[in-house]
């Protein structure tokens, strides 16, 4: 059983858990409870739990705070979050700091379940992987193959020689391949068929004569006696093992080592190799991993310039329906993150803060969103899950696709109709026709000369008098004129003054006290 700790300020939600979930039925026990932050804390260094239930706001120590304090302690730990609408805020970071999952409240014990379902087979998926490597450790081979990886043996060579000669491998060249499993979107059954997968590999290379297999840092891996040079024979080995794992729902990352000479240098083989899929990340590569790839994706990638307020083209490219704009714009982040030498933890949790901060802001602003948030604060989740960078692309892109839907999407011919919307809705921000040529994919000028064909103004001049417009009612609302000023896109309140008197004919001063005489008092 998995232990549990439920942790909220409000006995009846501590209390109602424990009651209404099923725990036993899926594996879990409840093994205490916590009413804040803090004490959480200490009940968590007591019973350990593998799972913490948090609520996100709570007296002194929050969710927040308490996900990164558990976090400092066990990165493996499992957590889920509970909140309510208002919450998403706060629902948001949690995302960014790997929360397992976000509840809304009152909880709903079907999904509920179905997470802790999850979170039950991920631990069970960990603990086989770690009982597998204790086996291997036990077997001879593996010892001797491990020696060899990672240079820990002391063997003269040639007793080296004589060791890989009984075990078959005293070939004139050898070659190291790494295999990391992981799940096939769509299937299901991927923790049944990991064993299977591994075995049909195992084999596959053992029966026919082409390697030794052996395990080692939780990898499985082959010592081939048949080297694998060229794109054309990578191409083919990557095909036959895609044949062998077909039916399993597992698939293969494979990353190849260079050819070495002798028993010595497997060694660096195997640590090429590993290198690789610690950058698998970032390579971008169809088949198998080679040094060909990691070289391509070191060069040419030095100054590329941090793309500028893409939090406000993508809010802007979503708000008026232009779906081209979204992937150039992803893409110039990713190449970014990727030449300034971000992690792929560092990528991952920009993303996942990039979609939450720009659903928060749409969501403001589009009361359609509302009713979907729980579904998108999921799929923002699903970030840290991509397994490589191209692979975020396409989740950021069709998640990003997915909440343009239930916007008014412009059609084709109604670029100018769907720019004076925007311009109504957003003329409190510092709005830029050339920002908003990019989105539209214009030419600045060519924008600006259609703008005043269909309106009679120029950009700047319709923007002003709309501010101006809103500025008007906000005053009549008693409003002080600073404020007035912030509130409809002027940083600058002088800058405000002399346009209102430019348009209107008198200082907003003056006008609020025409619109209010009752209204008194110092601006």
Known sequence: M????????????REGLK?????????FTVAGTASNGLEAV???????????????????????????????????????ILSGYADFDYAKK??????????????????????????????????????????????????????????????????LEAKAESLGLNGKAYQVMLIDFHQRTGSSSYLGM?????????????????????????????????????????????????????GTGVQATIALGPLVRTIHEISNSYEAARELLDHEFFIDSAGILCMEDAEAMLSGEMGV??????????????????????????????????????????????????????LARLSASHSALGSCLKDYTDRIALVYQQRNLQELYR?????????????????????????????????????????????????????????????????????????IEHAKQYLQQGMKVYQVAEKVGYTNVDYFHSKFRKYVGMSPSAYRKNGEPEEG???
């Open 42 to 80: 200490e009940q968590y260094e007591k019973i350990k739990p593998e799972l913490v239930v948090a609520d996100i706001r709570m007296p002194g120590m929050d969710g927040i705070q308490l996900i990164q304090t558990l976090r400092e302690r066990d990165d493996r730990l499992r957590i889920l």
């Open 194 to 246: 990991l064993e299977e997968a591994e075995k049909r590999i195992n084999d596959y290379f053992e029966a026919s004569g082409r390697g030794l297999a052996f395990s080692v840092h939780f990898q499985t891996g082959i010592l081939l006696k048949s080297t694998v040079l060229g794109e054309q024979m990578r191409r083919q080995l990557y095909g036959e093992i895609s044949a062998v794992l077909e």
């Open 19 to 27: 009651a209404i979930i099923p725990w036993e039925d899926c594996g």
């Open 305 to 358: 310039p941090e793309p500028e307020d893409l939090e406000g083209r993508l809010f802007y490219a979503m708000d008026i329906g232009s779906r081209e704009a979204l992937e150039p714009l992803i893409h110039s982040a990713g190449d970014w993150l990727k030449a300034s030498g971000a992690s792929e933890e560092a990528v991952k949790r920009y993303f996942a803060e990039l979609l939450s901060s720009l």
């Open 94 to 159: 949690a995302i960014a700091h790997r929360a397992d999952g976000y509840l809304l409240k009152p909880v709903d014990e079907e999904e509920m379940v179905s997470y802790l379902e999850k979170i039950r087979m991920d631990h069970k998926q960990a603990e086989e992987k770690r009982q597998w490597s204790d086996v291997s450790e036990k077997w001879s081979r593996d010892i001797f193959v491990q020696s060899l990886l990672t240079h820990t043996g002391d063997e003269e060579e040639t007793a």
């Open 395 to 467: 989740h950021v892109i069709e998640l990003l696709n997915l909440v343009m839907e239930p916007l008014a999407s412009r059609s084709q011919g109604q670029d100018i109709k769907a720019l004076l919307d925007f311009i109504h809705r957003n003329f409190g921000d510092n709005l830029k026709l050339e920002t908003l040529a990019g989105v539209f994919n214009y030419n600045t000028a060519y924008l600006g000369k259609m703008f005043k064909n269909a309106t009679g103004e120029y950009f700047n001049t319709y923007l002003d008098k709309v501010r």
């Open 521 to 523: 008092g110092r601006v």
């Open 2 to 13: 998995m232990k549990v700790l439920i942790v909220d300020d409000e006995p009846k939600v």
